[in-house]
């Protein structure tokens, strides 16, 4: 799901989020959110939104069994290369 809202910039840097957003993302009154700067541009969600999301993107097989397998990989390559 992807919908635009604007959302002004007020005296001394209050932000009014949407009340559509708000009831969407089912953010209260008194819910810390997160804001995480990117080259992009900022993410705004809750601790819990911006840790799924970091799951996500971590999500697959880890770095070190990948790390393993090439090395076993390697190993084998030269063992049947001494043979």
């Known amino acids: 799901m992807s ?3 604007v959302a002004p910039l007020g005296d001394r840097g209050r ?6 957003l708000r009831a969407s993302q089912n953010w209260e009154q008194g ?8 080259s992009k541009g900022v993410l705004i969600a809750t601790r819990r939104q911006a840790l799924d999301l970091l799951r996500d993107q971590l999500a697959g097989e880890s770095l070190v069994h990948e790390l393993i397998d090439e090395r076993r990989q390697a190993a084998k390559a030269e063992q049947s290369g001494d043979e």
């Open 3 to 5: 919908t635009t809202f």
């Open 31 to 38: 819910d810390s959110l997160v804001l995480v700067e990117t």
């Open 15 to 20: 932000l009014v989020l949407p009340a559509k």
